[in-house]
Each structure stands twice: as structure tokens, then as C-alpha cells.
């Protein structure tokens, strides 16, 4: 087994662990491989190891990416910024993009996505600590925002992406998780299934309080070059 296939296995491992301390059902979390920055040859070694979700932030680095590993049945997604002059690309080169922080970037994500590919799944970037360095919705504005995205008829809103102020207490770190599942679950739309939030340092709670996707790169593919 390669190195990238043993940290593979260990963090698969851990997310089990952590099901079954939550008393969770099993496999109900998905890893998401955050590949950005790391060369194609690690998300080959990855790749036959088992996984096939990867997230990149990057543009023009996840474009070359996915042409040089076009022989891969790959499921990309997007999880950075998004600017208005890169929504085309992303509209048609991804099939999930975690990161909508504005109405606006959902509109043209819609406009934009090819009519041969199926709807985008997106989540909505729920700035849930308030914090002035981060976009994305405040927690009083999801349920507008949920009623506008839903009805742009080239997406499919799967749920909320999430990055809270960093904690090292287990307690503090559930505390913000636990406000955005209970925000999402009141608003009872049974498609919105995917909860994008938690990485390698708050991974038990997390999966404590709900969510469905962990998105885990530095200890996978080692740390970013950039």
C-alpha cells in the first residue's frame, strides 16, 4: 500500500469510529478528498485506493487536473471562492460546488450550466460564526435564500457548507454545527440531505452533530504546497 492509501484507510477508519460514538448509521459520512494544490499522481494513488470524491479551489489548477485525469470516473467538486468571471467554468466542469455564498453566483451557476449535464448540486456557505473575514449567508438569511435558489431550474440544492472559528474544545467546537443542522432541519426540505462541514482537527464533532460530508485534505496528501 502506498502512504497516501495507509492515511486513506486510517481516516476511513476514524470517521467509523466517530459514527459509532455518535450512534450514527455507518457509511452515513462521506469523505470529500481536498486535493487542491497536490499533483494528479496523489489523487491517482487516492483514487486506487477507494476514493472518488475530490474538492479543489483552485480554477485553472482543477481544469488542468480533471484533463489529465479525464480516464477517471472522478466526482469533483469545487469548495473555494467563487468569482462571477469563473461561474461558466464552473457551471460546467463540476458536479457539486459547496461554496455559494451569494444569490447572485446560484443565478449564474443556473444560466450557466451546460443543458446536456444534469443539475449542479450546490450547497449554500452559511457563514455560521459571523466572522467578517468570510462570506456567505447569516444564519437569519438561509430560509430566503433557500426559497430563491430553489426555484433556478439547472441546480439542485443539496444543503449547507460550513466553517466555523476554529476551536480546540470539543463542547465549542459542536456548538456552531449543532445551530446550522437544527436551522436546516426546521426548515423540513427533505432534498437538502448533505451537511459540508468538518475537517481533520473538529472531525468527532462534526459527525457528533450531523453532518454528512467531512472534507479532509493535510491528512490525507500530506500539507498544501501553496
Known amino acids: 500500500m502506498t502512504s497516501i492509501a495507509i492515511k486513506l484507510s486510517k481516516i ?4 467509523r469510529d466517530a459514527e459509532i460514538d455518535a450512534q450514527r448509521k455507518l457509511s452515513s459520512v462521506q469523505l470529500l478528498a481536498v486535493s487542491k494544490t497536490k499533483p494528479a499522481d496523489d489523487i491517482i ?3 486506487r485506493a477507494g476514493q472518488r470524491q475530490f474538492g479543489e479551489s483552485y480554477l485553472q489548477e482543477a481544469l488542468l487536473k480533471q484533463q489529465e485525469l479525464s480516464c477517471y470516473q472522478i466526482c469533483w467538486h ?3 471562492p467563487i468569482q462571477s468571471n469563473k461561474t461558466r467554468q464552473i457551471a460546467a466542469h463540476f458536479s457539486w460546488v459547496h461554496s455559494v455564498d451569494r444569490i447572485k453566483i446560484a443565478k449564474r451557476l443556473s444560466e450557466q450550466r451546460p443543458c446536456n449535464l444534469p443539475p449542479l448540486n450546490i450547497c449554500l456557505q452559511v457563514n ?3 466572522e467578517q473575514s468570510k462570506s ?3 444564519l437569519e438569511e438561509l430560509a430566503d435564500a433557500v426559497e430563491q435558489v430553489s426555484r ?3 441546480l439542485k440544492l443539496r444543503g449547507v457548507m460550513a466553517i466555523p472559528q476554529p ?3 470539543f463542547e465549542q467546537q459542536c456548538k456552531p454545527y449543532h445551530r446550522l443542522y437544527q436551522a436546516v432541519t426546521a426548515l423540513n426540505i427533505p432534498e437538502m440531505d448533505t451537511f459540508s462541514f468538518g475537517m481533520t482537527g473538529d472531525l468527532k464533532a462534526a459527525i457528533a452533530e450531523g453532518t454528512t460530508m467531512v472534507r479532509i485534505g493535510t491528512a490525507l496528501f500530506g500539507r498544501r504546497l501553496v
Do not use: C, P, R
Not at 12 to 15: G, K, Q
Open 12 to 15: 476511513n477508519a476514524d470517521i
Open 45 to 47: 494513488k487516492a483514487y
Open 78 to 80: 469545487f469548495i473555494g
Open 128 to 130: 455560521i460564526s459571523n
Open 136 to 138: 456567505g449567508f447569516q
Open 152 to 154: 433556478l431550474a439547472n
Open 167 to 169: 476551536a480546540t474544545d
